[in-house]
């Protein structure tokens, strides 16, 4: 079993710690490469910013974070961290380490999928990814389509929220990134998914079905 989970741009960056990533893919370690030796006067054309992304890009795998404190986004605020052997069938994407078991050390980074490279990156990663998930026997898949989009197996489960606004049902982004990191808490806590409850959001029995858990708030 693995658990599926989304990375997000924000990160935190207090007590990064002076040490080597402990990555599990060759590919990732090639791509750090070739970021690091962007030179300095690139660095504002391929990635779009007025940070000083260069020196950021120097950082990369000598000070790290484990990758389930380093992201900060809005659903990995809703997660306790308290105990991280909870966290340890969870697989967190990115755009730059492909997937990361929640406690690997993992430098802050900027680098997504509209890079020079990253279209036959991505391929390449998901293909050792998709290895990494053939043995497991289920996948519960609390990503984001942008990541999870490349993933191929034979038995992911889904979860999807929505808002039934007079009996239409509708997504929204926050509601959702919300919804998944308390999911995530719920289910590494080993409660059963069928008895979660966040922010109005419960389970219905009507529209769920094997293949996915469906979790209406009423307006």
Do not use: W
């Not at 992201?71 to 697989?91: C, H, K, M, P, T």
């Not at 990361?100 to 900027?110: H, L, N, Q, T, V």
Request: hydrophobic share 35%.
């Amino acid at each position: 079993m693995k658990i599926l989970f989304a990375s997000s741009k924000e990160m935190n960056l207090d007590n990064l710690i002076e040490t080597n990533n402990n990555i599990n893919f060759e590919l990732v370690n090639k791509n750090i490469d070739f970021i690091k030796n962007i030179k300095q006067e690139d660095c504002f054309n391929i990635f779009k910013t007025k940070e000083d992304i260069y020196l950021q890009n120097q950082n990369i795998d000598i000070y790290s974070k484990k990758a389930i404190e380093l992201f900060n986004g809005i659903s990995f605020r809703q997660l306790e961290l308290d105990n991280l052997a909870l966290f340890n069938d969870v697989l967190i994407f990115s755009a730059l380490y492909g997937c990361s078991y929640a406690s690997d050390m993992i430098s802050p980074f900027r680098y997504d999928y509209t890079m020079k490279n990253s279209k036959t990156y991505r391929k390449e990663i998901y293909f050792k990814i998709n290895e990494l998930l053939e043995k497991e026997d289920i996948v519960y898949n609390l990503s984001s389509k942008e990541f999870s989009n490349g993933i191929v197996h034979n038995n992911v489960i889904e979860f999807s929220f929505y808002l039934n606004n007079n009996g239409e049902l509708k997504q929204h982004s926050v509601a959702s990134k919300k919804n998944r990191g308390a999911m995530l808490m719920h289910f590494v806590k080993g409660l059963k998914i069928e008895d979660y409850q966040f922010e109005g959001y419960a389970y219905n029995e009507e529209l769920s079905n094997e293949n996915e858990y469906v979790f209406i708030k009423q307006d």
